[in-house]
């Protein structure tokens, strides 16, 4: 019997290990180097083939209408692309926040590309998947790629690199930042120095800056008070174009005690949680290379 749904399949979360804005194109887009870091948290998404070529989205996300929702935009573009006849109803389980700089829509929209190319067997290839993937934003052909990687370009050209095998504490500060606005705020500096792979290789966490995150806590105070307060424990610095930050730890009981510590002097507004870095997307073997 051919397989007509897929269940829990995880979408994980990203870190930017660091973020330098090396220049700006033509077209407004920013030139970067990044080191992206999977997690071990994540959204999880269902789909089930459906015959009559419908897409719908069957969870509710609010503030997201099912038509904007990168999902959903992600389904029907494979289907276009390929040609495919079949539809898919798709429910999210959302667990990482909207504008924290984690990935979460990317991440979803990605494993939606996954998912959907085996369920419809549409045979794409991972750097086919990729190509789509960046239609849909930025951040989507890493997660297709599938491993830990140094990002140049607009974030696309990717390169597998070694991480350090660690714990990470996240704190979500409670707001949302516009990507856009942090991108295109007068005060970013866009000219850093561009670094080679091999310099991050030879270092371990803490290699680098995050150039956005000048810009996002001059915008978000509590962006800052969060890193302030994560400071204590270790090197910490935010993600993406934020809110959330992370510090990293060796061991899982010192991530513990921070969770710990947080509980009895952490804000009321935040969610802090840890997760643990990993290797490998989970969908990476639905495809062959
Ligand atoms: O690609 P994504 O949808 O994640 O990007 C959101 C916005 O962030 C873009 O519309 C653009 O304004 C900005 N951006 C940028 N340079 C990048 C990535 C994103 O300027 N490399």
């Known amino acids: 019997m051919a397989t007509d749904v897929l269940n829990n399949c995880p979408a994980p979360a990203k870190l930017n290990l660091f973020l330098h804005v090396t220049g700006r194109r033509a077209d407004g887009y920013h030139e970067l180097q990044t080191v992206f870091q999977l997690l071990d948290r994540g959204d999880v998404l269902h789909f089930r083939l459906r015959e009559d070529g419908e897409i719908r989205r069957v969870s509710d996300l609010p503030g997201v209408p099912a038509e904007n929702d990168l999902v959903v935009r992600a389904a029907r573009l494979l289907q276009s692309h390929a040609g495919c006849a079949q539809g898919v109803d798709i429910a999210v389980e959302k667990h990482l926040p909207m504008g924290g700089g984690l990935g979460g829509g990317s991440s979803d929209a990605a494993t939606t590309l996954l998912a959907l190319n085996h369920l419809w067997r549409t045979g794409l290839s991972r750097t086919e998947l990729m190509q789509l993937g960046l239609r849909l934003g930025a951040d989507v052909p ?148």
Not at 159 to 180: I, N
Not at 181 to 191: E, G, M, V, Y
Request: proline share 5%; glycine share 8%.
């Open 142 to 289: 890493f997660f297709v790629f599938g491993q830990n990687a140094f990002a140049e370009g607009v974030g696309e050209a990717l390169v597998a690199v070694a991480t350090p095998d660690c714990w990470y504490v996240v704190v979500e500060p409670g707001v949302e930042t516009p990507t856009a606005q942090i991108f295109s705020d007068p005060h970013l500096t866009r000219d850093t120095k561009a670094v080679r792979i091999s310099d991050f290789s030879g270092a371990s966490v803490g290699f680098g800056k995050n150039d956005l995150q000048a810009v996002a806590t001059r915008l978000f105070a509590p962006i800052s008070e969060a890193l302030g307060w994560l400071g204590q424990f270790g090197q910490a610095r935010m993600t993406g174009s934020g809110a959330c930050v992370f510090c990293a730890f060796a061991k899982e009981q010192d991530a513990d005690a921070v969770l710990e510590a947080a509980r009895v002097t952490g804000k009321p507004a935040w969610k802090v949680w840890k997760a643990k870095a990993i290797e490998r997307h989970p969908l990476s073997h639905l495809l062959q290379s």
